[in-house]
C-alpha cells in the first residue's frame, strides 16, 4: 500500500555524517552508484537492444493514474537479506551520470519491510504532478551535501528510484550476478523460475545466453584491464565456474563422438550447448556432449567460445582443465 504521508520522509531523513572516519552511520551512507536488477531472460533483451526500456509501474502506485514509464534503480544490497527479488542480473551505473540533468520528485512510500521510497527522476518539469524533491534542503533518504560534495542515503530503507527515461549500456559500468531471494520475487513468486539461483548459476545462464543468441557483450564490462591485458571480472569467472559445473556434472552423457576442441563443428556444436545450458535442456545437453571425444575437449570448447566472446586476452584465459 502507498502513501504520501510527508511525515514519513522527515522521519526517515538522512543522518549525520560519522565523524569517525572507519565508521559509515546506516542512515548516512555515501552514494556513488547504483543498479538495475533483473531477471535473466529480461536481462539478455537488455543486453540485445543495448538500453533499459522504461515501463509502466504496475502496483499500487500514483503513477498509475499517470501512465507513467519508468526505469527502476537503487543502491540496496540484498545479499544479507536472503537475496534480490528483483532477479540475478545487475547493471551497475554511475550515480552522477544518472542525476545530471534530472528534475528529482517525491513521489510515495510503499509499506513494504523496510519501507520503500520512491524518487522520480525524469528531465521534464512535471511541477504539475508531483511534488518537489530538494536534494539539498528538502527532509528524506535522499541528500546531497554541498560542504564535501557528496551524495547520501539513509541505508536503513529501501530506495527506489525511478527513472522517466531510457538508460543506454554505453553509460553501464559493470554487470554483476547476485542470489534471488528463495522465497520474494517482484514479478511473481508462485511461477518464477530464477528464485532461489545463487550468483554463480544465475551468471551461467545468462552468459551461456549471451554466447548462445550471439549478444554484444561490450558495453557490459564483464572483463577489466590488467597491463593492458584483457581478464574476466571475478562475476564472469563465477559465470564461467557455473558452466563449467553444469558440463561436469556429465552422468547422462555417454562420449561416443570423435569432436575435439579447434574445430568449426567443434565450435558450432559447444555454441549449442551453451544453449542448452542457458534454457536448462538437459537432454540436448548431454545428447550434444556426447558428440565428443570426452569431456575435457569439450570444457575446452566451450572455454574458448567465451574466451573470444569476451575478448579475454592469452595470459588470463580461463580453467581449462578436465
Known sequence: MATTDPKLWEEYKVGEKGKNPNWVNPDCVPLNQISHVTHIENALQIAKAGRISAGLVYDESTLNTSRTTVVWLSPNDWS??????????????????IIKGMNAYRIEVQEYTPRAFRILLTPHNRDADFTRYDLE??????????ADDMHRWNGGICLEIMVEAPISLD?????????????????????????????????ALFVSGLIARCISADNLNLTEKVEGKAKATSHLRGAWEGIYRVIRHD??????????????????????VMSAISIGNDNDLYALSGLFRDRK?????????????????????????G
Open 171 to 203: 553509460r553501464c559500468l559493470r554487470v554483476k550476478f547476485c542470489k534471488h531471494h528463495m522465497n520474494r520475487c517482484c514479478v511473481d513468486p508462485n511461477a518464477c523460475k530464477d528464485r532461489g539461483r545463487v550468483d554463480s548459476e544465475g551468471g
Open 137 to 146: 534542503k528538502g527532509p528524506g533518504p535522499l541528500r546531497f551535501d554541498k
Open 80 to 97: 544479507g537479506a536472503g537475496g534480490s527479488r528483483y532477479g540475478n542480473v545487475e547493471f551497475v551505473f554511475d550515480w552522477r551520470d
Open 251 to 272: 552422468d547422462g552423457v555417454k562420449y561416443s563422438g570423435r569432436l575435439a576442441a579447434g574445430s568449426r563443428e567443434s565450435q558450432a556444436v559447444a555454441r549449442s
Open 297 to 321: 575437449e569439450i570444457i575446452a570448447e566451450c572455454a574458448g567460445l567465451l574466451e573470444r566472446h569476451f575478448k579475454i586476452d592469452i595470459p588470463h584465459l580461463l580453467d581449462h582443465s
